[in-house]
Nanobody
Framework: QVQLVESGGGLVQAGGSLRLSCAAS????????MAWYRQAPGKQRELVAG???????NYADSVKGRFTISRDYTKNTVYLQMNSLKPEDTSVYYC????????????WGQGTQVTVSS
């Protein structure tokens, strides 16, 4: 099954930037959507941003204008550029991907911690 490995998390001050990466391997079929989710302690996991196989993107309202998702189709890698970070962006960020042949059936990475200090 798909293996997703995230990197790039860390500690940053409010107003700073981070770039997350997620590389997919052990791919059996063409990947469909790749996305970033996040989950803060005591809260539900929420969609941050997604990008389809055709390049269409969508964002949570809370990150529009600050975060940018991009994808390298040749490397099966998705990125999340996070600018103007706020303390409320502190979460574990998870990468997710599904196959074109099985849309909606997400595979998940192990997560990377992002902490924004005030």
């Amino acid at each position: 099954q798909v293996q997703l490995v995230e990197s790039g998390g860390g500690l940053v001050q409010a107003g700073g930037s981070l770039r997350l990466s997620c590389a997919a391997s052990r791919i059996s079929y063409r990947l469909n959507t790749m996305a970033w989710y996040r989950q803060a302690p005591g809260k539900q996991r929420e969609l941050v941003a997604g990008i389809t196989s055709g390049g269409s993107t969508n964002y949570a309202d809370s990150v529009k204008g600050r975060f940018t998702i991009s994808r390298d189709y040749t490397k099966n890698t998705v990125y999340l550029q996070m600018n103007s970070l706020k303390p409320e962006d502190t979460s574990v960020y998870y990468c997710a991907a599904d196959y074109v042949v099985a849309p909606g059936r997400n595979y998940w990475g192990q997560g990377t911690q992002v902490t924004v200090s005030s």
